[in-house]
């Protein structure tokens, strides 16, 4: 059986106070006075699942999934908290956006630790992204509108590792010793390879007519470039000239170690001998002639090589 009011239903306590009211006219359901409503709702096993607790204002879900979903049927989904003039401050919406701020608001979020210490902030204002040390000790900034990272600060070094996938550091920017460390030896510079040649990493390698890379040829030759980078256990540190979508281009060590191909032929090799082109192709020699030495060394040995062809560190020194 079923009844129809109109108007008004209102509900009292035994103290004659109302509780709640049904308004037809209006729509509204009010609940309270002078006790704090609450609404609770149970499962089948009498587990609390959702709870509006009015003295508190807080919302309590506890479905079985854990999940709120607002939206779907044919409808989109959205979440928005607004300010005292009706102004959404706070959107997030079924397309996966999730705005703060606006209205005259900045917004900014923050994450704390468990003493409540702001640990992460992201300043709507500033478009700032800050990290925290310790208390208002910031180590790390992200500057939206000057386009810096600042790293270190309030008693703490600024650094940055770089790792390869072995989880190996690879370059390490030191910011209490103002040094960039690469472990690897050389810095070089790609050059145009000429069409025709055919060169490796070890390479004694010489200039042509048109400034492209080929293969030394011949003793004390003055348009010598360098090594090409690369051969043994030595790696350039630091490329220049580098595209990455260009072919036909090689790294020819500038300064620093590299592994280089020589002939002890022409002459027994010590440590801190000079060294220039060959007539073995591709080799460098002893320079023990120094009028013809004079704007074609390329280098100075680290390793000694009594005789035959071998793969010495060289100290890279164009003179």
Request: glycine share 24%; no cysteine.
């Given at each position: 059986m079923s009844e129809k009011f109109t108007g008004t239903v209102v509900v009292t306590s035994s103290s004659d106070d109302e509780s709640i009211r049904l308004d037809a006219e209006s729509c509204t359901l009010t609940m309270g006075g002078s006790q704090p409503p609450r609404i609770t709702l149970r499962d089948s096993l009498d587990r609390k699942t959702m709870h509006l607790d009015g003295a508190t204002g807080y919302v309590d879900l506890k479905g079985l999934t854990g999940h709120v979903h607002v939206g779907g049927r044919g409808e989109d989904g959205g979440l928005f908290l607004d300010n005292a003039d009706d102004q959404s401050t706070v959107r997030l919406d079924s397309g996966a956006s999730l705005e703060l701020g606006g209205h005259g608001?900045?917004?900014?979020?923050?994450?704390g630790n468990a003493e409540g210490r702001k640990t992460i902030a992201m300043y709507g204002k500033a478009g700032d992204i800050v990290l925290y040390s310790g208390p208002r000790q910031r180590s790390i900034r992200l500057s939206g509108q000057s386009g810096n990272v600042h790293l270190g600060g309030n008693g703490q070094d600024g650094d940055i590792f770089v790792e390869n996938e072995?989880?190996?550091?690879?370059?390490?920017?030191?910011?209490?010793?103002?040094v960039i460390h690469v472990p690897n030896a050389d810095c070089a510079e790609d050059f145009r390879v000429a069409a025709d040649a055919v060169l490796e990493a070890g390479d004694v390698v010489v200039f042509d007519r048109s400034a492209a890379l080929r293969l030394s040829e011949r003793e004390y030759d003055r348009r010598v470039a360098g090594v090409v980078s690369g051969a043994g256990d030595t790696r350039p540190g630091i490329v220049l000239g580098r595209d990455a979508k260009a072919e036909g281009r090689l790294p020819v060590a500038l300064v620093g170690r590299v592994n280089c191909k020589v002939d002890a032929a022409f002459g027994a090799i010590d440590v801190g001998d000079l060294l220039t082109t060959s007539p073995r192709p591709g080799h460098a020699m002893k320079a023990d002639d120094p009028a013809r030495a004079f704007g074609a060394v390329l280098g100075k040995a680290l390793s000694p090589l009594d005789r035959g062809e071998g793969m010495i560190p060289v100290l890279v020194a164009l003179r």
């Open positions: 608001s900045y917004g900014s979020v923050y994450l072995a989880g190996e550091t690879t370059i390490h920017l030191s910011g209490g010793e103002g």
